[in-house]
């Protein structure tokens, strides 16, 4: 299809995404839009360094490929260079969403009358703390192909739908914000979920007339599913990433395999080809099949997140973690479904295990690398093993390490989050993060 310049590794991502967004304020249609958008990154590697160019012409795309050529060095010895020889060569078409699931099918009326029924069903305008509601629907369908100078050939498709109810709570001077978001792969999934939305609105109104401050200090704390994967993401997902340690020598001689890094209890996994949650990839940004990845089993270290790069300054394999937001950016190590896995512990008797803590019920954000910071927006307290009253909370913090060896109960309870996106160096991706409700014997509270 395209000719690939001798003396030299090429690739060329082609993606066409088209997007669809409709938003309700407060009654107030605020977004209603449908995009289109088609371009092509085409990177060139003379072994010691890359030329990029991005193009929304694809028919330009060989020029510009030949021009990056003339640019950069031949190299007669390119195949063996350690990233070139790294490189997959698959050839593949894998389009789960080419037919009926397609949700370009999905015509505006469908969209707006979705989010109608659950303004209907679910916004309750008679709550008098209720000062602000925001539903919406949205959706991306992507094409993607991949061919490079090695002879790979792949095309692929990957689409997202979701739609949501968020409330606005307001006692005094203090807002809460609670309600549900759903999302999949699927658009007849994101059906039936009025109970849900209604449950979590009342909770959180419960909780924004009941709620009171907590007494900062150390705490035994048990995280809930979602929480436990927010922490597995932030926390540990992100020191994974092997392209952190490339400039680090400290941290490649502390982050050796087979080091015991937490409780016999923690075992944490990334896999990009778990269809159909959001962080799923048929094959990443360089054409690499995605693998089932431990990073942790039973407490010790024993993997990491590679791209070309990484793996052969590393010496190790690769894990088809290669991924760009979209053909504007080139690839970066990054995440795909991480989790940490469930044990034998039911949620019952972890909570029942602790006389005085904290639950973590759901936060906001994450971040993590050496110390880990989380911002909830729901707590309770556990008092003589069951839940008391709620409590406002502004931030968990921990030492990651120290964190994984005080993990001393994990439950039975796994859980995927398919909700996330994920930040680095200014790319977002989908993400999918889980993990079970889990015990840690102690974080700080403030």
């Known amino acids: ?217 150390d705490y035994v704390c048990v995280l809930s599913p979602a929480v436990t994967g927010m922490f597995t993401h932030e926390s540990f997902g992100h020191k994974s990433e092997a392209d952190f340690m490339l400039n680090d020598k400290t941290l490649q001689e502390e982050w050796v395999m087979g080091k015991k890094v937490g409780s016999e209890l923690v075992s944490i996994c990334d896999s990009g080809d778990m269809f159909p949650h959001r962080g799923y990839i048929a094959y990443d940004d360089e054409g690499t099949a995605p693998k089932e990845t431990w990073l942790i089993k039973n407490g010790v270290l024993t993997g990491r997140l590679h791209d070309a790069n990484s793996a052969s300054v590393l010496g190790e394999e690769l894990t088809g973690n290669a991924r760009a937001e979209d053909f504007g950016y080139v690839p970066m190590v990054r995440m795909t479904n991480t989790y940490m896995q469930a044990g034998e512990s039911t949620p019952e008797e972890i909570i029942a295990g602790v006389d005085d803590g904290i639950y973590v019920y759901n936060v906001n954000y994450g971040t993590g690398q050496g110390t880990f910071t989380m911002q909830p927006n729901c707590c309770y307290r556990i008092r003589n093993g069951k839940l008391a009253e709620p409590l406002r909370v502004n931030v968990v913090t921990g030492t990651v390490f120290q964190t994984l060896f005080d993990i001393d109960a994990v439950g039975n309870d796994l859980e995927f989050c398919d909700l996330s996106t994920c930040g680095k160096n200014g790319q977002s991706m989908p993400v999918s993060d889980g993990g079970p409700t889990i015990r840690v014997r102690k974080l700080t509270i403030n």
């Open 1 to 217: 299809m395209y000719v690939f310049p001798k003396g030299l590794y090429a690739d060329i991502r082609i993606e066409k995404t088209e997007t669809a967004a409709y938003m309700v304020h407060n009654g107030e249609v605020k977004q209603n839009s449908e995009t289109s958008v088609t371009g092509a990154m085409i990177r060139v590697y003379d072994g010691k360094m890359w030329y990029t160019s991005v193009t929304n012409e694809l028919n330009a795309v060989q020029s510009e490929l030949d021009s990056l050529a003339a640019i950069a060095e031949p190299n007669d010895d390119i195949a063996n260079d350690p990233v070139v020889k790294m490189f997959e060569v698959n050839k593949d078409k894998v389009l789960h969403f080419d037919g009926e699931n397609d949700v370009r099918k999905i015509t505006r009326q469908q969209r707006e009358d979705l989010v109608s029924h659950y303004i209907s069903a679910c916004v309750d305008k008679t709550i008098p703390e209720m000062k602000q509601w925001y539903a919406g629907y949205s959706q991306a369908h992507v094409i993607k192909e991949f061919y490079s100078s090695k002879g790979a050939e792949i095309i692929q498709d990957y689409q997202q739908c979701g739609v949501w109810v968020f409330f606005d709570f307001v006692i005094g001077e203090i807002k809460t914000t609670g309600g549900r978001n759903f999302r999949g792969m699927f658009f007849d999934k994101l059906f039936g979920h009025e109970q849900e939305i209604i449950d979590r609105r009342e909770r959180y109104l419960d909780y924004a007339k009941n709620a009171v401050d907590v007494t900062p200090g």
